[in-house]
């Protein structure tokens, strides 16, 4: 293993110190290093030009905070040995390593039925096999099977280390300020108690405005009409791509990785043995797939494909109502007469949809506040709350995509 101790400038928290030589060759490794050229947040460069870092950006910044927040608990006398350490900086830093090209946009295109949490598990357990069994501890925080629970709210919970950084690092580089969180100040008021993770009494404003900051950035920015109507055209390409293969049309990717997953056939299941194939994906296979059939001889994907590359997305309507069945009738009859299409290949242009947004959901798992007198409450429980009911509903959104004509 190396020894050399590495310190990366990230332009959000400045220097990232890494000293463990398990850590320096796992981010050294091919499975980690492909993350380079993985988008964080897919196609939202298109309406954010700034938003082009990658999963690997995100996943060294987790990293950093989870070595803040690990120092910050001991501190305050936790019980956290060396292999709890390193096993829980391992698992934030491999957290994400199972996404595939632009990340959430594509998950269930390329490969259907496999979701990135499953691809990530499978990489660890083969760099746990590479590695001599040397995250067993990681793996076992990772999967929630380690008795200290809180290890595994800190890299998957309401208050994790993941929701921390990309909240703060895609507002950095959309600049969106409404994003911003004090993140310094969340992870210096993390507690522990009956192995939960808490928020010390002086932390709730801090958590509160956490809580408003993700509402805003999935309405201001992951949820833009503009992004999920690019993400959309570029779903639709893929699934162009696979309808005229099943027709036995010849599509070819611009990559042999790429190539194999779009050729496998439907319902297909995804097995360790294809686990090196997908290491090759990243978004360059996909855009330049996208490029190369730009002059294909399929209308449809053509059309698609030079509509991405040239940014003229599908016009996207965000509302609180599903949409009438007599307007997408309208503008579907409209778009066959414009471009000479089937009904069914209208559907490519024409098309509707739901998206949501839920802040905080109490089902899932709490945000407790640890009073001075050892009371614990849950954010929306204490005195004067801000996070209340209304907050913690669920919003829905209806959309509909149609072609600019």
Request: aromatic share 10%; proline share 3%.
């Amino acid at each position: 293993m190396s020894t050399v101790r590495k310190i990366i400038n990230d332009p959000v928290y400045g220097f990232i110190t890494i000293n463990d030589p398990l850590i320096l060759d796992i981010i050294s490794h091919p499975y980690y290093q492909r993350l380079r050229n993985i988008h964080q947040m897919a196609f939202a460069y298109l309406v954010y030009p700034g938003a082009v870092h990658s999963r690997l950006h995100h996943s060294l910044g987790a990293y950093h905070l989870m070595c803040t927040a690990i120092a910050e608990l001991r501190s305050k006398g936790v019980d956290i040995t060396t292999d709890e350490e390193l096993g829980v900086k391992l698992a934030i830093l491999l957290h994400d390593i199972g996404h595939g090209p632009f990340s959430h946009a594509l998950e269930s295109e390329v490969i259907a039925g496999v979701h990135h949490e499953t691809l990530s598990l499978l990489f660890m357990q083969r760099l746990n096999e590479q590695f001599n069994g040397a995250l067993d501890t990681a793996i076992a925080i990772f999967t929630n099977k380690h008795p200290k629970f809180f290890l595994h709210q800190l890299i998957s919970g309401q208050l994790d280390m993941d929701r921390l950084d990309y909240l703060n690092r895609d507002s950095f580089f959309t600049g969106v300020a409404e994003g911003v969180v004090g993140y310094d100040r969340i992870i210096k008021m993390l507690a522990v108690k009956d192995n939960q993770l808490m928020i010390e009494e002086k932390g709730i404003y801090s958590i509160e405005k956490f809580l408003v900051s993700r509402r805003l950035m999935y309405g201001q920015v992951y949820l833009h009409k503009t992004v999920i109507g690019a993400e959309m055209m570029l779903i639709k390409v893929i699934r162009r791509a696979k309808e005229l293969i099943a027709n036995n049309v010849t599509v070819t990717a611009a990559s042999p990785a790429f190539n194999f997953f779009l050729h496998e056939p439907p319902g297909s299941v995804f097995t360790t043995n294809e686990l090196d194939t997908f290491c090759l994906l990243d978004d360059h296979d996909i855009m330049t797939s996208v490029k190369n059939w730009m002059s294909h001889p399929d209308k449809i994907l053509s059309l698609l494909c030079r509509s991405i590359t040239a940014r003229k997305l599908y016009k996207t309507t965000l509302q609180n109502e599903p949409f009438s069945a007599e307007l997408v009738a309208e503008k579907t009859n409209a778009l066959m007469e414009h471009l000479g299409v089937t009904e069914k290949e209208a559907g490519y242009f024409v098309f509707t949809g739901e998206t949501s947004i839920t802040t905080y959901n109490v089902d899932d798992e709490r945000i407790n506040i640890l009073f001075k007198n050892g009371e614990v409450k849950g954010i929306s429980q204490v005195d004067n709350a801000l996070i209340s009911k209304n907050i913690e509903s669920t919003i829905k959104k209806y959309y509909i995509c149609h072609w600019r004509q």
